[in-house]
């Protein structure tokens, strides 16, 4: 399937830039691109975590909570005075150990996950507001500034750490055992269990990793909006997974492409970009994207034995 | 004169273009019990699906009264948590009239039927609590009551314990004498086909040839089935056990404590299935723990988890790189590039799968193409022991007579087999030892290859 689908989600990505080239040429050029990528590096870097945990046969919706949580942390931590580095890294640790938790959770208790991290997505969110009294952390450090600003070789360092982002994850699913184990794991949880497999463990590294992207994306979009807000990142669950249906990654598990997935996110950038220009509001903007999520729901549960 | 109740004429169709049915002709008049026997992929269970309305046909002509056929396979269930009373009456429709005429006539109606037919099953017992088999009986009721004119059972009896079919085929032999007729779909040969009006034999796609009851011979049927000089072997005769004194390949406490020695093939026979599947439980480990057993050394091979012995839609060689890629893997966990070539092409290719299905699904492969496949992968997994249950349960002739010979190559090889049937005949003249359980709850260890026929009935009885 992979062949036919990177075909398909090329040639719509293809037939949308065209179209956004027509519609407003300054759009479609090199720099607008880039900038581009540097809008979506916040919700590519979730989607993937969010791809591992798809691929893996779970679902994860408190990544948005995990990033809001984390982002709030590493604030009040530079705000008392703790470097920007090792804030950083301590939010990233703590984005890891919350997805570990909601691994753990997942795997002990027998309910959706769909139900239960969105529990737990509420808790983080609550636990989010309690850090700074609901209040968002203003007047970060400098160097986090700078490091928004900051390019190589004319590309924001922003991008550059998403592009590693998706690179990490795809090495670790196409090249690794790991990744095996997880396509392994969404397919058929006791096929794979007797194939020697400790599907629990697994189960918790994927959603550690989820965790863990959440946490790396919450210090990108410190870094962009120069504030933690309690409330940031509602809804960028959504965003994901209308790009992991449009990517063709199964919502049941072990079938797809992570950099299908991000494509597919891209592919939602344009579009939104694209209705922007044509004065198309917002609340037909969202109806669209939940249009398109059935769409691609529907489709997948069609190509469910392709 | 009989009545025609089904007419098939040069039936074609096609799966992911690949041809089915190819010229499938067949009549069935009314009263008749049709056999359909035929290796697995040879078209049987396409027929029963086109029958069923499952499968599109690409070609031909089907004559049969609409709503006339009710097609019951293997997956086919009661509703679970309906009682088996309430599942019948289902079968009925719902006519408020005929309800407000006549209250509680359905529920006598149904609870007669229950009495003549299916008397060990009871109305108040819950759809999901009986025995496959025993759903089996009632989903054929039920199509009776329905006013099915044709009852197609599909890779049913290949399922059941020779005391399940005896029960099932009394039935079908009981209602057919009401009016139904039957078409049962079967992959091997067996003395319970003596006992059917016809037998039509498919292969590649078409029945190739119709077997009258006074016509029918076993290996004329084999021959047919498998086509060219297929010969039915009677006796699979067990390796030399490699080292019966030396260190045992696995030791089983508790209630029925037994040392399984190294090359060794010990069967276990249990008529009711209980209690072997207790013990095939027990060495396998607590749900969703399986995996606990693979690292002790201990393989799987099992008709009831088959659906998970292998991933189908993964390709053959990715499902036998996932019983290795943690061991093979280098520093960081990654795949070497070769071993990830070798077990993509080279190692499949050995096996016998052929070149154009190693970049398929592997559930394109045939049958004994998967237990190959299943059974390689549970090696590669590092396994000393076999846990084998029921390998020729769903299998046909060939594939058995394949899985009787791998399993004496493993064993000849070093490894202990538990091979754990419902059908003491499977296990007598090829097992080393027989672990039988008795219906009084007794057990006791036999010389397996000293055991023949008569033993074998003498041990059911």
Redesign the interface.
């Known amino acids: 399937m992979g062949k036919k689908n990177s075909w398909a989600v090329l040639a719509i990505l293809a037939l949308e830039l065209l179209a956004l080239r027509l519609l407003a040429p300054y759009l479609v050029t090199g720099p607008a691109l880039v900038s581009m990528g540097r809008q979506l590096a916040v919700t590519g870097v979730v989607a993937v975590g969010m791809g591992i945990i798809l691929l893996g046969g779970g679902m994860d919706l408190s990544l948005g909570a995990i990033v809001a949580l984390t982002g709030m942390v590493a604030a009040e931590l530079m705000a008392q005075g703790v470097p920007v580095l090792p804030a950083a890294a301590l939010c990233v640790l703590l984005g890891l150990l919350l997805g570990w938790i909601n691994g753990m959770v997942t795997a002990k208790v027998r309910i959706h996950p769909f139900i239960l991290t969105m529990a737990l997505g509420v808790v983080y969110r609550g636990l989010g507001k309690m850090v700074h009294k609901g209040m968002p952390i203003y007047n970060l450090p400098e160097a986090l500034h700078r490091f928004d600003r900051g390019t190589f070789l004319e590309i924001p360092w922003t991008v550059w750490i998403f592009l590693l982002c998706v690179g990490l994850g795809t090495f670790l699913l196409s ?4 990744g ?2 997880i396509y ?1 794991l969404g ?2 949880g ?11 463990r697994v189960q918790w590294i994927v959603y550690g990793l989820g965790g863990f992207f959440a946490g790396v994306a919450s210090m990108l979009l410190l870094s962009r909006v120069g504030s933690a807000q309690p409330g940031a990142a509602t809804g960028v669950e959504l965003d994901v997974l209308v790009g992991a249906a449009l990517g063709g990654v199964s919502f049941k598990g ?2 797809g492409l992570l950099l299908h997935m991000i494509l597919g996110i891209f592919i939602l950038e344009v579009l939104g970009n694209a209705l922007l220009l044509l004065s198309v509001g917002e609340y037909y903007r969202n109806l669209l994207k939940g249009a398109i999520l059935l769409g691609a729901l529907a489709l997948d549960s069609a190509n469910k034995e392709e | 004169m009989e009545k025609e109740i089904l007419r098939a004429v040069d039936l074609h169709t096609e799966q992911e273009r690949e041809p089915l049915l190819k010229g499938f002709r067949l009549q069935v008049f009314s009263g008749e019990l049709v056999g359909l026997v035929g290796l697995n992929g040879s078209g049987k269970s396409t027929f029963a699906k086109v029958l069923g309305g499952e499968v599109p046909l690409s070609r031909g002509t089907l004559a049969l009264e609409a709503g006339s056929v009710h097609v019951i396979q293997k997956e086919t269930r009661l509703v679970s948590n309906l009682r088996v009373a309430e599942n019948l009456v289902l079968a009925h429709g719902w006519k408020p009239a005929r309800i407000l005429s006549d209250p509680g006539k359905k529920a006598r109606l149904v609870e007669a039927l229950l009495r003549e037919y299916s008397p060990r099953v009871h109305k108040d017992d819950l759809g999901g609590s009986l025995s496959p088999a025993a759903q089996c009986q009632v989903g054929i009721l039920k199509a009776f009551l329905g006013g099915a004119r044709l009852i197609v059972l599909d890779r049913i009896l290949e399922y059941c314990s020779p005391k399940e079919e005896r029960e099932l085929l009394n039935l079908v032999g009981r209602l057919k004498a009401k009016g139904p007729s039957f078409l049962v779909t079967y992959n091997k040969v067996a003395p319970c086909l003596e006992g059917f009006d016809r037998l039509a034999v498919v292969r590649e796609g078409k029945v190739v040839r119709t077997l009258h009851r006074d016509e029918y011979s076993p290996d004329l049927a084999a021959q047919l089935m498998a086509g060219g000089d297929f010969r039915r072997n009677k006796v699979h005769q067990a390796p030399a056990v490699r080292d019966r004194t030396g260190a045992a390949a696995l030791s089983v406490e508790g209630p029925v404590p037994f040392v399984l020695g190294q090359g060794e093939i010990l069967g276990v026979h249990d008529g009711s299935r209980g209690r072997a599947m207790a013990l095939f439980r027990q060495l396998l480990g607590e749900e ?4 606990l057993a ?2 002790r050394g201990i393989g ?1 091979l099992s008709e009831a ?1 088959f659906e ?4 189908p ?2 390709k053959p060689g ?1 499902n036998l ?3 290795v ?2 061991r ?2 280098g520093p ?4 070497p590039g070769r071993v990830v070539r070798h077990m993509a092409r080279t190692l499949p290719g050995e096996m016998g799968i052929p070149e154009g299905k190693l970049d398929l699904p592997a559930r394109n492969l045939e049958r004994d193409q998967q237990f190959l496949l299943a059974l390689r ?1 549970a090696v590669l ?2 396994a000393k022991v076999l846990l084998v249950e029921n390998p020729f349960q769903g299998a046909d002739l060939v594939t058995k007579e394949l899985a009787y010979q791998r399993l004496g190559e493993l064993a000849a090889g070093g490894m202990g087999i538990l091979l754990f049937s419902g059908d003491l005949g499977d296990l007598a003249g090829f097992c080393h030892r027989i672990l039988l359980f008795q219906e009084d709850g007794s057990w006791s260890i036999r010389d397996g290859l000293a055991m023949g026929e008569e033993t074998v009935v003498q041990s059911i009885l």
């Open positions: 090249k690794t055992y790991l095996k184990y392994a397919a058929d006791k096929a794979a269990r007797l194939a020697g497999v400790d599907t629990v072990g079938r | 969703g723990k399986e995996h693979v690292h799987v988890l998970h012995q292998i991933l839609g993964w990715e790189l996932l019983a890629a943690k093979v893997s960081l966990g990654i795949l992968k997994g590092g």
